[in-house]
């Protein structure tokens, strides 16, 4: 089933160019800008840059006042992005301990999009994003529903791609879930008591 399901997917590939930059935009160079959209949001969401008056207006902060208040917010900035570096090392792992051969290495007839060469369980870039994804989802749960929507969109892109099977990406969402609530789960016990 895997393999049926990887086939249909991959079979998009190599139709037409502009579908063919759009997968590899989405694979590889949509996560740079997810990642920055992340950190805006964190930092816009405090208030970071600006003040906001009571009239709506907004007042630029002076650089003192940008310091103390990413000093005041960053534990949340802290936890969204050590909970997608701990879940990526983690998938790292596993990777290595696993083996598991990607799909232009199991069937010579896939010509993938994007060049890899580490092992293919569990997708790191799942595993990342979703765990990112979470992380906003416990403070902002609208934010988080749109961040997750764009981790399906890389692992999606990246069946298509060529460079991972289904399972690899449902195996990365799910360590990346698992391990955004064991960083949270942990920070609670640490520095909440």
Not at 6 to 11: A, E, R, T, V
Not at 30 to 42: H, K, Q, R, S, T
Not at 116 to 143: C, D, I, Q, R, W
Request: overall charge positive.
């Amino acid at each position: 089933m895997n393999n049926q399901i990887f086939f249909k997917l991959y079979n998009l590939a190599h139709w037409s160019i502009f579908f063919d930059k759009l997968i590899v935009f989405t694979a590889q160079y949509l996560p740079y800008l997810v990642i920055l959209g992340a950190g805006i949001f964190l930092l816009w969401h405090h208030e970071v840059f600006f003040l906001k008056k009571e009239e709506g207006g907004l007042i630029k902060k002076t650089y003192n006042q940008m310091i103390l208040s990413i000093q005041s917010k960053w534990q949340e900035i802290v936890l969204v992005f050590f909970s997608g570096i701990s879940a990526w090392c983690l998938s790292q792992i596993l990777k290595i301990i696993i083996h598991t051969p990607r799909p232009f290495i199991s069937f010579l007839n896939v010509s993938p999009l994007v060049h890899e060469t580490s092992y293919s369980f569990p997708s790191g870039h799942a595993t990342f994003f979703m765990a990112l994804a979470m992380a906003l989802y416990f403070s902002h749960k609208k934010v988080g529903y749109i961040f997750m929507f764009l981790a399906f969109l890389i692992g999606l892109a990246r069946i298509i791609a060529g460079v991972h099977f289904p399972i690899d990406i449902l195996g990365g969402f799910i360590l990346g879930i698992l391990t955004a609530y064991l960083v949270k789960f942990l920070y609670q016990k640490i520095f909440k008591k």
